[in-house]
């Protein structure tokens, strides 16, 4: 992760700046908890988050508990909020990436229709290192038809 794990003053910061940008309208971040459906408590995240207004683009994001991967709950997850953003947010596209070592990221990606756009070499330095990354999407049009539904 590009993030984490934070200090009890950075989790703060993030919960007073999500309060403000969940009072935006139009809003450029939605970020979701993700509960566990027989404990209540919270596992993971996934959100939607602006990159590009006037073309319609948001990038995809998420995160789940190690315990709990493998599961299908991240695929079930973004593949809702991928739907809503289509169907109700008008988007054009979502895009996600993730390092290419992770490949249990890309398959959720994969599962969820996107396709394998690219791939930057050395493009982001994390925790002192470089890496390489994948870049994947979907469009609406691809989403919305018959055939991938």
């Known amino acids: 992760m590009t993030w984490g794990p934070n200090t009890p003053d950075e989790t703060r910061a993030f919960l007073a700046r999500s309060s403000v940008q969940q009072a935006a309208w139009p809003r450029l971040d939605f970020g979701f908890a993700i509960e566990h459906a027989t404990t209540s408590r919270v596992i993971g995240s996934v959100g939607l988050h602006l990159r590009d207004g006037p073309n319609r683009t948001v990038e995809l994001g998420y ?3 190690r315990e709990l991967w493998r599961q299908g709950l991240i695929t079930e997850a973004a593949s809702a909020l991928v739907d809503v953003g289509f169907r109700t947010l008008n988007l054009h596209r979502v895009a996600a990436s993730c390092d290419v ?12 229709g996107m396709r394998r756009e ?12 470089w890496r390489d990354t994948y ?4 469009l609406a049009e691809d989403w919305l038809s018959p055939q991938q539904r």
């Open 63 to 65: 995160c789940l508990h």
């Open 101 to 112: 070592r992770n490949t249990a990221s890309f398959a959720v990606m994969e599962r969820l």
């Open 118 to 129: 690219g791939c930057f070499r050395r493009d982001r330095q994390i925790k002192g290192d």
């Open 135 to 138: 870049l994947y999407a979907v």
